[in-house]
């Protein structure tokens, strides 16, 4: 079993609609939950961080982590065609070498 | 402010001949990470180092993989005698010491 657990996708919406992107791990040392965003042949970019379990709002885009059911999503509202990328996600430890664990990525396609 | 800069972008190299990948930090940045990214994969952790010591090495092939950060100039990832299955994007992140990596656009190493 992988550590950190997400579906590759590919997803596919109309712009405008809410995206839910989602990641299950099985570690729960894991303290520090991250999103990035990777253009294609690009390196990734940092979205957003959470620290433990809760919500965190950043413009168009909602980090939420449930500890209790090792979950964690990303929800992206209005969604635009600049959007389309992969979305990894990423855990760390509190303690530790600070390495982090990725997901696969999921690709997802925001249609005009 | 420049940020993670890694060269070369793109690099060929037949079986049996030695790949170097380089990575320069974001300025003030002391921690460097190597991650490799197969097709369809998600970022594999390989190696975290400071400068002039390997922290963690937990994620690097026991064979022809070594990895250095001088007092002075970049970070080399060094892959010895190249086979198929090295051909893949090698990302460079750099970090202050807390969870936040940033990395670079990778390099891309194709062995044929």
């Known amino acids: 079993q992988k550590e950190v657990e997400q579906d590759p996708g590919p997803l596919s919406v109309p712009e405008g609609a809410i995206v839910s992107l989602n990641c299950t791990y099985s570690?729960?040392?894991?303290?520090?939950f991250m999103w990035y965003r990777q253009y294609s042949r690009k390196g990734p970019e940092l979205l957003m961080y959470t620290y433990s379990s809760g919500n965190k709002e950043d413009g168009r885009f909602t980090a939420q982590v449930d500890k209790s059911s090792k979950y964690i999503s990303l929800f992206i509202r209005d969604s635009q065609p600049s959007d389309s990328a992969t979305y990894l996600c990423?855990?760390?430890?509190?303690?530790?070498?600070?390495?982090?664990?990725f997901g696969q990525g999921t690709r997802l396609t925001i249609n005009p | 402010n420049a940020g993670v800069m890694q060269n070369p972008r793109h690099l060929v190299r037949r079986r049996g001949q030695e790949a170097r990948l380089r990575c320069s930090p974001m300025k003030g940045h002391s921690h460097v990470y190597w991650y490799r990214q197969l097709p369809e994969e998600g970022l594999k952790f390989m190696v975290y180092?400071?400068?002039?010591?390997?922290?963690?090495e937990s994620g690097m092939p026991k064979e022809r993989f070594s990895a250095e950060f001088p007092k002075e100039g970049p970070s080399i990832l060094r892959i010895q005698q190249v086979v198929r299955g090295d051909s893949a994007a090698y990302f460079c992140a750099s970090g202050g010491g807390s969870y936040e990596q940033y990395f670079g656009p990778g390099t891309r190493l194709t062995v044929t």
């Open positions: 990423a855990m760390s430890w509190i303690q530790g070498a600070q390495k982090l664990v």
């Open positions: 180092l400071q400068k002039e010591n390997i922290i963690d």
């Open positions: 570690n729960s040392a894991f303290q520090y």
